[in-house]
T-cell receptor
């Protein structure tokens, strides 16, 4: 199976600073990873994904880094804004029927 | 373009009552999923349907049944609700392997 864990349940950053949210996974066979953002009262929303043949992928203000050696990935948010306040989940694809295993989430709090 | 639609949004049940949570997607996705979300435990997979006509158990299937009615619809049934099933339930769909999930907005269920 797969287990996915986030390093910090809560992360507080100042508006304009960069945020880094970390995640670890256990199954070396996992080959697809996704970051989701969940705002209060809403369903998780896709942010960015990365496949295991890549080390880095960039989106708009977000970057995901994958280190397969230590089974770790991170989400970097540049110039964090109040609208970034949410819970962030990483998820790993176990390779079985495209089932994703989710971490427990990190709550990002943006202070003004 | 509605994406994934879940009904109802809120429900209160008495212990022992039954109900069906409905989910429909309009993205022509092959795979559909039911997750429950409890505080501090992330998203846990209840059942999934990799393709029309197939269903499989996930991590926490006890007390639930599912039906993949057609490619669009995937319902979750609680036959005899218990307080331990108080949770937020999310339906999701995916085009398949290495495709991200699209989530519905959730059903908040309370069993008293």
């Amino acid at each position: 199976g797969e287990s996915v864990g986030l390093h910090l349940p809560t992360l507080s950053v100042q508006e304009g600073d960069n945020s880094i949210i970390n995640c670890a996974y256990s199954n070396s066979a996992s080959d697809y990873f996704i970051w989701y953002k969940q705002e209060s009262g809403k369903g998780p929303q896709f942010i960015i994904d990365i496949r295991s043949n890549m080390d880095k992928r960039q989106g708009q203000r977000v970057t995901v880094l994958l280190n397969k050696t230590v089974k770790h990935l991170s989400l970097q948010i540049a110039a964090t804004q109040p609208g970034d306040s949410a819970v962030y989940f990483c998820a790993a694809d176990t390779g079985t029927a495209s089932k994703l295993t989710f971490g427990t989430g990190t709550r990002l709090q943006v202070t003004l | 373009n509605a994406g994934v639609t879940q009904t109802p949004k809120f429900q209160v049940l008495k212990t022992g009552q039954s109900m069906t949570l409905q989910c429909a997607q309009d993205m022509n996705h092959n795979s559909m999923y039911w997750y429950r979300q409890d505080p501090g435990m992330g998203l846990r997979l209840i059942y999934y349907s990799a393709s029309e006509g197939t269903t499989d158990k996930g991590e926490v299937p006890n007390g639930y049944n599912v039906s993949r009615l057609n490619k669009r619809e995937f319902s979750l049934r609680l036959e005899s609700a218990a307080p331990s099933q108080t949770s937020v339930y999310f339906c999701a769909s995916s085009p398949g392997r290495l495709g991200g999930y699209t989530f519905g907005s959730g059903t908040r269920l309370t069993v008293v």
